[in-house]
């Protein structure tokens, strides 16, 4: 077995991981980066496309902002549709921050680049990840690549590998506490080769169900629509779903471009915390510890935070040997996320059709609807909240 040392072990080279190691690197701190993916799968995966006025700038900050200021588009405000009445909410105007459009894979690409370019390491292909001995002051981390086994000595290790991670199930037995709520409904999500109906975004509530235009690209748009969570995608052909996106979207002077589907596909839809997100020289982060659905747009930015956290606190232990920080970490993040976790499952109540509504529920949700798109100090929660909380 060939054995290496860092300071600390990362797994996982989603957003997460690689701003932690970003991070990290300008602290001075060394690091190493396992990912059981190849670089081009996670280069190339497809994700959320809306970061944060912070978050955009913590990449300016950080020396890795410059391609989405050049390719991303600036959004200072997004669209409501009801009953077919369309409401401009102005961000800028009602907070003074922007978000920016710019697709989730586009910023892994940027971590990458910035990482190799540093010379920081990142293992891709790493099988058989295994995290050892965090409960005492010398973790290490197993795994195999091309064949050879490997271990990895470190001081910490940050689990930034995904919901579907091995660093959660690894906490001691009935240490976590769990909080889940899964959403009768999914999103069926299309990718085309069709411009933009829209300068920005448009949220519609409709009889039929919810809908959604976004954006990757001035030629690229991504749109979505309330389906069933366990929907077979052949139920919806092509020409079914621009049908139907026509109908949800529309309203006076509206027309939908079309193009052609290249890709498609329906996204259960839940809410979910594991608390806490430490036990001895392991931390997790982003969707290791917490998942929203993606009607708030915040996926990403909570993972970005969790690891500006992170960061800080491991700066603060290794260069100050101050450990009150990553003692709090799990108090730090939590606060931030169940704000996050609420706004979230807010919109998703607010703007989805749920068919075990009753005629009060249906009530309620017209009222808040109406609220939010008639009143501006609704509308001043509702941009705080979408623009972003801060980082720290």
């Known amino acids: 077995m060939q054995t290496a040392r860092t300071r600390i072990g990362i797994i996982g080279a989603g957003p997460a991981g690689l701003m932690l190691s970003h991070l990290l690197h300008l602290a ?9 993916r190849s670089r081009d799968y996670v280069e190339n995966r497809i994700r ?28 200072d405000g997004t669209n ?5 009445q369309l409401t401009h909410v102005d961000f800028f105007k009602l907070t003074g921050k922007h978000v920016m459009l710019y697709s989730q894979h586009e910023v892994v690409r940027d971590l990458i680049a910035a990482r190799l370019a540093a010379h920081g390491e990142i293992v891709f292909e790493a099988a058989d990840v295994a995290v050892h001995d965090f409960a005492s002051d010398k973790p290490f981390i197993t795994y195999k690549q091309a064949g050879a086994e490997h271990r990895l000595d470190c001081d910490i290790i940050a689990g930034c590998d995904g919901f579907h991670g091995i660093c959660r199930p690894a906490f001691p037995d009935n240490m976590i506490v769990e909080y889940d709520r899964e959403y009768p409904f999914g ?12 300068d920005e975004l448009i949220y519609a509530s409709h009889k039929n169900g919810f809908a959604l235009l976004s954006m990757r690209s001035p030629t690229i748009s991504r749109l979505y629509l309330q389906s069933a969570p366990d929907e077979p995608i052949e139920n919806w052909p092509d020409e079914r779903i621009w049908e139907e996106l026509a109908l949800r979207l529309g ?18 839809m839940r809410s979910y915390v594991a608390e806490p997100m430490q ?11 917490h998942i929203v659905p993606p009607t708030g747009a915040k996926g990403l930015n909570s993972a970005i935070a969790d690891v500006a956290i992170l960061a800080r606190a491991i700066e603060s232990h290794i260069k100050r040997q101050d450990d009150t920080a990553l003692t709090n970490y799990t108090a730090t993040c939590l606060r931030r996320i169940w704000k996050i976790e609420r706004f979230s499952w807010w919109m998703t109540s607010m703007m989805h059709k749920f068919d075990d509504h009753t005629p009060f529920d249906k009530r309620m949700q017209t009222a808040e609807l109406d609220y939010i798109m008639n009143s501006p100090a609704g509308q001043v929660t509702l941009a705080e909240n979408y623009v ?3 980082l720290y």
């Open 28 to 36: 001075g701190i060394d690091n190493v980066i396992l990912e059981n």
């Open 48 to 75: 959320a496309g809306i970061l944060e006025y912070e978050v955009a700038e913590l990449m300016r900050q950080t020396g890795i902002g410059e391609r989405m200021d050049s390719e991303g588009s600036r959004h």
């Open 80 to 84: 409501f549709l009801v009953d077919g």
């Open 187 to 198: 999103w069926l999500g299309i990718l085309a080769e069709a411009p933009p109906s829209n």
């Open 251 to 268: 309203h006076d002077g509206f027309s939908l471009n079309t193009g052609k589907i290249f890709q498609k596909g329906v996204t259960a």
């Open 279 to 289: 036990t001895g020289r392991l931390f997790l982060a982003g969707d290791a510890a």
């Open 388 to 390: 972003g909380l801060p």
